[in-house]
């Protein structure tokens, strides 16, 4: 069956850390550009940043700094490391094979609070 399923929202007051799991099946994980997406609440859905299949990362200007995507091709998981986290970036994140798929997983609610 090709999904993807992310793992490791919750709770984290800020200036905390998460990291954000997305393992893939059902296809050759290591020929996909991987990418992480955000939804906050009442806003349209954003890119996060996305990994090339050989590694190359892009990430978003609000991420840029605080979060790193990695990728083990091996494992077939993409990961989002969000560090210094702020209540804004409370939102339901996603990852997406490739950058124009319909393949997404279903979300993993991150909140920012104290």
């Known amino acids: 069956q090709v999904q993807l399923v992310e793992a490791g929202g919750g709770l984290v007051q800020p200036g905390g850390s998460l990291r954000l799991s997305c393992t893939a099946s059902?296809?050759?994980?290591?020929?996909?550009?991987m990418s992480w997406y955000r939804q906050a609440p009442g806003k349209d859905r954003e890119l996060v940043g996305y990994i090339a299949n050989s590694g190359g990362v892009i990430s978003s200007v609000s991420a840029k700094g605080r979060f790193t995507i990695s990728r083990d091709n091996a494992k077939n998981v993409v990961y989002l490391q969000m560090n210094n986290l702020k209540p804004e970036d409370t939102a339901v994140y996603y990852c997406?094979?490739?950058?124009?798929?319909?393949?997404w997983g279903q979300g993993t609610q991150v909140t920012v609070s104290s």
């Open positions: 059902g296809f050759t994980f290591r020929s996909y550009v």
């Open positions: 997406r094979r490739d950058l124009n798929s319909d393949l």
